[in-house]
């Protein structure tokens, strides 16, 4: 019986140890790849000016239609998809799109056969998602109210941009993935429900007040936390310029396919929002 005790005993340790084993080797991987993350970041926008105004190739075309922006890389194939989905809401929406994909022809081809107004600009090098700001700066200047993002990796209805505008507010930001910080770290949150305050908007389905894009505040972003910029955003719009942000009801339906960049950010995020943290954003209440 002792001897089986010791052996369990043993083992159980054994078990402990390489549980410890493995979760130091994974700390170590995503210290070490977050700041590979950071270090490709910094080395991607060597020589960018941040603060530079960025004129799209043709005038943002119907002061009456509502900008919808976004982004396009390796979704290419998405991209008439996107466009068709977003000439059947039942508001008028014009489309803004940032190319970070180098494939110019093949975009072009896909914003000639759309059916609504399409302004588009190919980024000489890839600045991931934060080049949708200079397009909204574009929106601002051009005296839109609101502007809205969605994502080439989602699905939405007809009535979708109108939903989301219908809840939307001067001073305000709104996005159905929508959290409240709990902590200090990145993790440390909890989903809000429709109409909640919130500290944490995702870019997909965000309608926002434009003029937030025309601070140069908001492109004084550190080069390490570029491509992390729904959480800069968030940042820059509650704390610096006082916005409400807030769960919105509307719907959009994320496509898995194995290119979503989210997860291999979360480190980022997490050093991130430790860095705003240190600098009071947001007040955090202990959890429920």
């Known amino acids: 019986m002792a001897m089986i005790t010791a052996q369990l005993l043993s083992g159980t340790r054994r078990l402990i140890a390489m549980n410890l084993v493995g979760r ?9 790849f977050g700041g590979l993350s950071m270090a490709r970041s910094v080395w991607r926008l060597r020589g960018w000016d941040r603060a530079q105004s960025i004129p799209i190739a043709i005038a943002i075309p119907d002061a009456r239609r509502v900008p919808v922006i976004f982004c396009t890389w390796k979704r290419l194939e998405r991209l008439p998809l996107t466009l068709e989905l977003l000439a059947a809401q039942d508001v008028a929406v014009q489309a803004l799109i940032w190319d970070n994909s180098r494939q110019p022809d093949v975009v072009d081809k896909a914003v000639a056969d759309a059916r609504i107004p399409v302004a588009v600009h190919h980024s000489r090098r890839n600045i991931g998602g934060f080049g949708r700001f200079y397009l909204a700066r574009a929106a601002a ?100 310029h006082g916005y409400a942000l807030s769960a919105s009801p509307a719907r959009l339906d994320e496509v898995i396919d194995g290119r979503n960049q989210s997860l291999s950010l979360l480190w980022v995020k997490g050093r991130l929002r430790r860095y705003m943290a240190r600098r009071g954003w947001p007040r955090v209440t202990a959890p429920r």
Do not use: I, N
């Not at 080797?25 to 070490?32: F, K, M, P």
């Not at 926002?208 to 910029?229: G, H, I, K, Q, S």
């Open 24 to 32: 130091l080797r994974a700390e170590v991987g995503w210290r070490l």
């Open 141 to 240: 200047e051009a005296k839109h109210e609101a502007v809205v993002f969605v994502d080439d990796d989602q699905e939405f209805g007809p009535g979708t941009v109108r939903e989301l505008l219908s809840t939307h507010r001067p001073r305000s930001v709104s996005s159905p993935w929508a959290f409240r910080f709990t902590g200090r770290r990145y993790d440390s949150r909890e989903r809000c429900s429709p109409g909640e305050a919130a500290h944490y908007l995702g870019t997909g389905g965000m309608v926002t007040d434009a003029v937030v894009f025309a601070d140069p505040r908001l492109f004084a972003c550190p080069r390490r936390f570029w491509f992390v910029e729904d959480l800069w955003l968030c940042y820059a719009a509650q704390h610096v």
